[in-house]
């Protein structure tokens, strides 16, 4: 079983829609949480950041982190075409220092107009 | 500006011939990273240094070098010893040594015929 799963779509909706991506992990021991926008052919944009369960809001964005279920997800609220991107989950124990960030393969998210 | 920035934004060598690529951030990250992003693999860490002077292999060091001569930089040369060096390079840095928040480039798309 891989350490991080999530599913690489694509995922398609109109302009408006609320998106849920999500991204199951198997390591109890990972802490930090983070979602990346990635543009094609460009380097991985920091979304949003969390520590350990809970969820967190920034505008349009919401992450939440189920660490019960080793479950996370990152909602957006009325989707924009320019959301269309590669969203990827990473996570890590960050218990020793220079510990790798634990990646998904991403999530490929295309919003229409 | 802060932020990193990795040149060149493409590269093209021929098989058997070394190549190295800039990194350099103006964030004052102490901990910077190299990744690997091949398609539908996700992102794996090839090296990282959380300190001037010293580095740490990755997951997948084989075939790679790295130096960390100044805190600002961070270069990796692909020798001729990588089997498979096609692929697009991500650097990031971070503001802790645990590396729980990473900040990427934009990458260096890097193709060996």
């Known amino acids: 079983q891989k350490e991080v799963e999530q599913d690489p779509g694509p995922l398609s909706v109109p302009e408006g829609a609320i998106v849920s991506l999500n991204c199951t992990y198997s390591?109890?021991?990972?802490?930090?949480f983070m979602w990346y926008r990635q543009y094609s052919r460009k380097g991985p944009e920091l979304l949003m950041y969390?520590?350990?369960?809970g969820n967190k809001e920034d505008g349009r964005f919401t992450a939440q982190v189920d660490k019960s279920s080793k479950y996370i997800s990152l909602f957006i609220r009325d989707s924009q075409p320019s959301d269309s991107a590669t969203y990827l989950c990473?996570?890590?124990?960050?218990?020793?220092?220079?510990?790798?960030?634990?990646f998904g393969k991403g999530t490929t998210l295309s919003v229409s107009s | 500006d802060g932020g990193i920035t990795q040149s060149p934004k493409y590269l093209f060598r021929k098989e058997g011939q070394n190549v190295t690529l800039s990194c350099e951030q103006n964030l004052n990250h102490d901990a910077m990273y190299w990744y690997r992003q091949d398609p539908g693999q996700g992102l794996r860490l090839i090296y990282y240094?959380?300190?001037?002077?010293?580095?740490q292999k990755g997951d997948i060091a084989e075939g790679y070098s790295v130096s960390r001569e100044k805190k600002e930089s961070f270069p990796l040369t692909v020798t001729s010893a990588q089997k498979n060096p096609t692929a697009f390079y991500l650097c990031?840095?971070?503001?802790?040594?645990?590396?729980?928040?990473?900040?990427f480039g934009p990458g260096t798309r890097l193709t060996v015929t």
């Open positions: 390591n109890s021991a990972f802490q930090y």
């Open positions: 990473a996570m890590t124990e960050g218990l020793e220092a220079g510990t790798a960030l634990i």
């Open positions: 240094s959380q300190i001037v002077n010293d580095f």
């Open positions: 990031a840095s971070s503001p802790d040594p645990q590396g729980t928040e990473q900040y």
């Open positions: 969390t520590y350990s369960s």
